[in-house]
């Protein structure tokens, strides 16, 4: 069965340093979703692409958070510089097409520390 | 706004008996509904979701849920628990019109006992 990888699965960094988190979707998914989870909370969406394109970035902390999809294929999502508040589990979905009953497939994650 | 609210962080019970996760939502229009389990260090699996047509939705691992438009609820029931039901469970909701974008609720963590 496909699945949505991510890596690293861990990343310990201290504060003010850059990180990056890679996702690789579902082939063929032209939807990408970045979400943070902060640890007792759920999901909440950063960045949603649809192919290439940026469809909702609304949540996103642009004046250290960026993220990309060239190809539209795989996705990277970047911190610079880290804050300790950033620390949160990283999560990469995709979905087929993008609309509102599609279901969203989870990577396994990402685990950020910033000390 | 639109919001999801999960009544109980945590939730515990006895392996076999009836396992009940409540989720509630708040919309000026009607939703698309889901439940996801997470199990420890992993990413969300899909349980089932509610997109139109009969409002008792059936999903993996034997649980089920039910729409119910007047209470604004979609709870989550399993009828006999099993020890590897322990996980961390959210409801989320979209909305037509949109990108699909998922607002999670605050999860319920459930503990099964033996």
């Avoid at chain 1, 890679?22 to 998914?29: K, V």
């Avoid at chain 1, 990283?90 to 979905?95: D, M, R, T, V």
């Amino acid at each position: 069965e496909a699945e949505v990888a991510q890596s690293p699965r861990y990343k310990i960094t201290e504060k003010s340093q850059a990180v990056a988190f890679w996702c690789d979707p579902i082939s063929g998914h032209a939807t990408l979703y970045w979400y943070r989870q902060i640890l007792g909370q759920g999901p909440e969406l950063l960045v949603q692409f649809q192919d290439e394109s940026v469809v909702d970035d609304s949540q996103l902390p642009k004046d250290r958070f960026s993220a990309e999809r060239l190809k539209g294929v795989d996705s990277t999502l970047k911190i610079q510089p880290a804050e300790l508040g950033d620390s949160a589990m990283y999560l990469c979905a995709s979905s087929f097409a993008g609309t509102s009953t599609d279901t969203q497939y989870f990577g396994p994650g990402t685990r950020l520390t910033v000390l | 706004a639109q919001s999801v609210t999960q009544l109980g962080s945590h939730v515990s019970v006895s392996e076999g008996a009836l396992v009940l996760l409540r989720c509630n939502y708040s919309s000026s229009v009607p939703p698309y509904l889901f439940w996801y389990v997470q199990y420890p260090n992993q990413g969300l699996q899909l349980l089932l979701k509610y997109t139109t047509g009969a409002t008792l939705v059936k999903g993996i691992n034997g649980f089920e849920a039910e729409f119910k438009k007047s209470e604004t609820s979609f709870h989550l029931t399993k009828p006999s628990a099993h020890m590897s039901d322990a996980a961390e469970y959210f409801c989320a909701v979209s909305f037509s019109g949109g990108y699909n974008k998922l607002i999670f609720g605050a999860g319920t963590r459930l503990a099964v006992h033996p």
